[in-house]
């Protein structure tokens, strides 16, 4: 089977932008890849492959160039004092910032304990200790560990001040599961009990934890039914729900594995209103590509590969149980969950040293729980403001759905082989290449 051009095509490019980031000794990723395409293309590639990888390549030294001047790359591993400015809420935990008595770009991450809520916008003097940790691919990153603050004048912007209610609305509604919801709507995972943190990644759980497609999906679909139900018209229902999920999407700040969910909501919108219907891996390619175009170093993001290879994975199986077996739900989901753990494997057992197998199972009770639980908490927290018994009521049945992933996953990690654990590291990944060359051989037509 031929891979399709427009993976080619993204492939290439890709290759190219991770050699511009890298600064490989030589393009070996590139040379590698367009050797592969030229073998197995149909139509001549050497007229474009070559184009988009250079392109890509050129990206890759622009996004480099312009990481040496940010912040996270240039402050020095000792004792330091800044200004910044809180981009998000913070009471004892991590939070963005801006630095604002440098000259450098982008912001960092900062570890505060307070005995009060610092809200987002706010204007701090602060000392600490700079603890560099270069990411993969050598992004600048790290964290300042904070030892001392003190105010200073300014005031927060709308966005901010928004930020900070939620904080407040969360906590009220919310209380000791206020870090689970944090998680569950904007991604913030620093408030929640790291022994329960480590219960979901055992249970193979911690993809709800995650701002991803699961999350945008459920956003979707509830907004796309409840337009419905007001009968506005279903291409306007479908319009409004995409536009929502790209607010939503952008107030987050447009993490990789929600980016991409996004954008595939909008491409597949697109083409089912110029009644097109595209291949699942193609599309899914073209979604990634569109995410390293926002952010060129979305590409050594370990979420969204993680993303992008659990959908690919579950379209796969799904596609072959679907073919082979029939189309119910439950085989549906028992091979979607099969085929995510599958792609994802190789991926988190080198990075984790981990394969969380109890997913497979644990995901058919899960899923359609957190697909009940999510937007309850969403609903509870908008409504706050205006119908405050109504939020109460929401948040109570938010956080009944909440006590049973808990209790999922706290039960999923006790299974004697729920999790496979070894040392982190390439060498973890083989086996499990292997397993999933094995699996994709036995889906083949034949087979």
Known sequence: MRPHPVVLLVTSFEAGLATGLSHFPAPAGV?????????????????????????GFLLGLAARSAERGSCAARLPAAEISVSVRLLEPVEDGVAAA???????????????????????GSHWLISGRWIPSP?????????????????????PSPDQRLRTWLARTIARLYGSRSGLVEALLVGRRGGIDPVLNAAFARSGLVHLLSISGFHVGVILVWTHLLLRL?????SIAAVWSVVLVFLYVAFLGWPAPAARAA???????????????????????????????????????????????????????????DRAIGEQAWWRMLFASLGATLATAPLTAAAFGAVALA???LNFLAIPLAALAVPAVLLSVLVAPLLSPLAGALAAGGGL???GLEALARAGSALPFG?????????????????????????????
């Open 31 to 55: 040379v590698l890849v367009l050797t592969v395409a030229i073998l197995a293309a149909r139509r001549r590639p050497l007229e474009w492959l070559p184009r988009v990888a250079v392109l």
């Open 98 to 120: 801006e630095v604002e008595s440098l000259r450098c770009t982008g912001d960092i991450t900062v570890r505060i304990r307070s005995e009060r809520l610092l809200a987002a």
């Open 135 to 155: 990411r993969f691919g050598g992004r600048g990153d790290g964290i300042l560990a904070v030892s001392r603050v003190s105010p200073r004048p300014g005031a």
């Open 230 to 234: 007001l009968r506005v018209r279903r």
């Open 263 to 321: 954008l595939l909501a909008g491409v597949a919108a697109w083409s089912t209103h110029h009644q097109r219907r595209p291949a699942a891996t193609p599309l899914l390619a073209v979604t990634c590509l569109l995410v390293t175009l926002l952010d060129p170093w979305a590409l050594f993001d370990l979420g969204g590969w993680l993303s992008a290879a659990a959908l690919w994975g579950a379209l796969t199986f799904t596609r072959w149980s």
């Open 359 to 361: 997913g497979i199972a």
């Open 401 to 403: 759905g909440l006590a």
């Open 419 to 447: 999790a496979i654990v070894w040392a982190a590291g390439p060498p973890a990944a083989v086996p499990w290449f292997l397993v999933l060359g094995a699996a994709l051989w036995a889906l083949g037509r034949g087979n």
